[in-house]
């Protein structure tokens, strides 16, 4: 779940920075995975500034070209050379200054000063598609006489920048699958300190206009629609939406596409509610019915599919046919189009077990589904109703033409739960304070219906479809209270405990650390896979009701997994690569037609991946690939490790499926591990270049035991690392020790590591001097480096080995 930090601040104000905010979702088990910046054009349009053209004329040695100077605002006035035929002496243009990158798709251009047929050029005058503003390259892009010069471009047009978070939201977190529901949990954490003002989209101006188009509704099926609620709208215009709209939907990934449905989109993803638009003029008969319709019947949907209905799919229907699968996705003959001037907007809560039977049923996996079949609130349906209507009619100049039409038959009340304070205490394993407790519920808005000494009954909001018990309420205390302000009872009791011989748990511990030791870094993979995978693989286990289409096989085997990680690193440019993963894999062996379970068996296997180089140059070895016999090398030795020294060697055969080139390590007729290359089917499967070597071991095989030190974790970093060389001549006093010593102190933030690739003393320098190149390999944890941070920071780095070494810096 994409999260925008602009589009959050509308709700909540907030002077914490992006860490410091993800820091605190996370603790509040709303997990940061990932934070990346959004920019409505790519670049942001930085170093591009207004300018006006000084002079214009024609360049001598080239008919297409002109020779222009440009005032930017910065006192002296640029030298360009123009190839748009439209540029005059006077126009307002904007001008991209050396240094700055401009986008084109995945293309990219860098400005830099250059000649242009023996005439200097110190920037460009960019046309429409060359600033991402537009598709025109007719000419260069000629502004109004009122822009003003020297102004940022990214001023002048506006252009939106954005924090967006990437949220691991956890099935039982509904409530906060929306920009109010995070806005609205961030506000209870921070009000247990301090006082915050959360923000609620006001509708105290919604008004009817008038009563020119009314829709009758009827709930036939009330077990799968709790509640409908509807109103129309006339008079509408289908258009783009403005740009304010259009940028909030793809800061976090949504394509805008009308009006109307970008503002359906836009609520759902502000409030969680999803809401439907039908065109009005093609409802039959002015009557909305919710009802099932009967089996095999065929529906269109939007997509222009041909589905079979069960009788059990939820649909919203007109009184001849059917128009929407409820709640999931809409009918082709009744959405809106740009010819639409009329609407029927509906918000409604639907039975998550329909919705959810009816995704898996037809593999429809949509925005709505997903809020849907994990449960929506049912007391929010006719407020996202009028704002969206308030927003439809402002942004559309359509008139509501009816009142809410609210149907439901059984209210749905507020759960009721007792709870304890001692239990409180004893769940959390600290007395925190009565007072703190009852402020974390009043923040949580759970309110308290009665108290007494010991017991409090308590009234959960309908957003919270989770909240159901008392341990639930503990767990919503605890959540806000903090993890870690959790004092560990020091008095701990211990039991003598037996386990089986040997113990897989320190064995694997064992196993991990050598491997850790050896430069390798575990890996964690679904234990759900693609079917692509498994077309032909009879022992691999179909799910009945899969969470999505593509992960819907149990694994047989690690190997996907590991080469989808290797795809994934070597895609962010982290071509030398060492994983290895302990994972269960699954099987289906029919031997019994009695005993079902029988049928079925897991087994836990370890896999080795290695590809790339084995380690960075440096200057006493060169890049050297990694090889088939490293790989060799780490499973015997694990073999070794864990007690199992007499093992054949034997040729694995063409039957593999994964592996070209490798042998099988078998003890008393027992396959324990295979090795090998990974074959040119699977290494073009997943668009890999080098060559991958994997090792397959069956752990379920393998015994013994090893004492081991505890094993410690730490997040792998997000953002890249970025290389810079530096090639210098010293005095050969002067050590690669003191160099680094220096490198570091001058850059404590930055800098991660100093790698000396190459050392020459010879004839070609001075007698009582040597040249050394080194890198410098920059990282920050936060976000990825800018060239020109990274310029400033070698920079600063070169200046001040100039100045307390005396190096003599070579630069290119």
């Known amino acids: 779940m994409k999260i925008s930090l602009n589009w959050l601040k509308d709700y909540i104000d907030t002077s914490l920075s992006a860490r410091e905010l993800a820091d605190i979702l996370t603790d509040i088990g709303l997990e940061v995975e990932g934070i990346e910046t959004f920019e409505s054009i790519r670049g942001g349009l930085r170093g591009c500034v207004i300018g006006k053209v000084i002079s214009c004329e024609k360049h001598p040695d080239a008919d297409r070209l002109s020779l222009t100077t440009v005032d930017i605002g910065q006192g002296s006035h640029l030298p360009v050379v123009c190839g748009a035929p439209n540029v005059k002496q006077g126009q307002k243009v904007v001008v ?44 260069i892009m000629v502004l109004p006489t009122e822009a003003k010069v020297g102004m940022p471009a990214s001023e002048y047009f506006n252009i939106t920048s954005d924090t967006i978070f990437e949220i691991g939201l956890t099935p039982n977190r509904i409530e906060s699958a929306s920009h109010y529901g995070v806005a609205r949990d961030l506000a209870a954490f921070l009000s247990l300190n301090s006082k915050v003002q959360l923000r609620k989209p006001g509708i105290e101006d919604f008004v009817q206009d008038n009563n020119d188009l009314l829709i009758n509704v009827v709930i036939e099926n009330t077990v799968g629609c709790g509640r409908y609620s509807g109103i129309t709208i006339t008079g509408i215009t289908m258009a783009e939406s403005p740009v304010w709209l259009k940028n909030r939907l793809l800061s976090i990934g949504l394509n805008p596409i009308n009006n109307v449905v970008d503002i359906t989109n836009f609520v759902l993803h502000e409030l969680g509610q999803p809401l439907h638009a039908f065109d009005a003029d093609k409802i039959t008969g002015g009557n909305v019915v919710v009802k099932t319709l009967e089996e095999g019947t065929s529906f269109v949907t939007l997509d222009g599919i041909d589905r079979k209905l069960s009788r059990e799919d939820l649909m919203i229907c007109n009184k001849k046919a059917g128009m929407c699968i409820a709640g999931v996705f809409g009918g082709a003959e009744s959405g809106v189009t740009g010819q639409t001037k009329n609407i029927f907007l509906e918000s409604a809560w639907f039975n998550p077990t329909f919705i959810r039977k009816t995704v898996r049923r037809h593999g429809l996996n949509t925005d709505a589904a997903f809020q849907f079949e994990r449960g929506t609130d049912p007391g929010i349906t006719v407020y996202a109703l009028k704002r969206a209507a308030m927003l439809i009619r402002s942004i559309t100049g359509g008139r509501i033409s009816s009142p809410v039409v609210d149907i439901c038959p059984e209210p749905i009340q507020p759960v009721q739960v007792n709870v304890s304070f001692n239990n409180i205490y004893r769940l959390v394993g600290n007395r925190i304070n009565r007072k703190i407790i009852k402020k974390i519920l009043h923040s949580l808005e759970i309110n308290i219906l009665k108290e007494d000494n010991d017991n409090m009954l308590l009234s959960i909001p309908t957003y919270r479809v989770d909240v159901t018990r008392e341990a639930d309420v503990v767990e919503e205390v605890l959540r806000m209270y903090g993890y870690n302000n959790v004092n560990i009872d020091k008095n701990v009791t211990s039991i003598l405990s037996y ?7 320190r064995l694997i511990n064992v196993i991990s ?15 759900l896979s693609k079917e692509i995978y498994y077309e032909h693989d009879m022992k691999s286990i179909s799910l009945y009701n899969p969470l999505s289409n593509e992960l819907n096989r149990l694994r047989t085997t690690l190997f996907f997994g590991g080469m989808e990680s290797i795809a994934f690193n070597i895609n962010r440019q982290r071509p030398n690569l060492r994983f290895y993963e302990f994972g269960n894999c699954y099987f289906y062996t029919e031997t019994s037609a009695d005993n079902i379970l029988s049928n079925y068996r897991e087994e836990l296997h370890l896999s080795i991946f290695i590809t790339g180089n084995r380690s960075d140059s440096n200057w006493i070895e060169k890049d050297k690939p990694s090889s088939y016999f490293e790989l060799k090398s780490y499973t015997e030795n694990i073999l070794l490790k864990t ?20 042998i099988a390590f078998v003890n008393e007729r027992k396959e324990i591990a295979v090795t090998g290359i990974v074959n040119d089917k699977w290494l073009k499967f ?16 393998l015994s013994g035991m090893l004492a081991v030190k505890p094993i410690t974790f730490n997040d792998l970093p997000r953002f890249p690392e970025v290389k810079r060389d530096l090639s210098m001549v010293l005095e050969k006093t002067v050590t690669y020790e003191e160099i680094r010593k220096l490198a570091f102190q001058t850059e404590k933030k930055f800098l991660k590591k100093v790698i000396l690739f190459d050392v020459y003393e010879g004839d070609k320098i001075e007698k009582d001097k040597k040249s050394y190149a080194i890198s ?28 307390q070494l005396g190096a003599q810096i070579r630069r290119s």
């Open 96 to 139: 991209a200054t050396i240094g700055t990158t401009l986008y084109k798709g995945e293309e990219s251009l860098t400005i830099q000063k250059t000649k242009l047929r023996g005439a200097v050029s110190e920037g460009m005058i960019c046309a429409e598609d060359e600033l991402g503003l537009g598709n025109s390259h007719e000419g």
């Open 499 to 505: 386990s089986e011989k040997p113990d897989n748990y």
């Open 513 to 527: 650390d050598f491997l850790t030791a050896n430069g390798f870094n575990e890996i964690m993979n679904n234990s």
């Open 643 to 662: 007690g199992i020294p007499n093992y054949n060697i034997e040729t694995i055969t063409s039957d593999n499926d994964f592996i070209n080139e490798g």
């Open 686 to 701: 997943f668009d890999l270049k080098n060559p991958v070597f994997y090792a397959d071991i069956n752990w379920a095989l």
């Open 776 to 803: 410098f390999i920059l990282q920050d944890e936060n976000q990825t480096l800018t060239d020109n941070l990274i310029d400033k920071i070698i920079n600063n780095l070169a200046r001040i080995f100039e100045k």
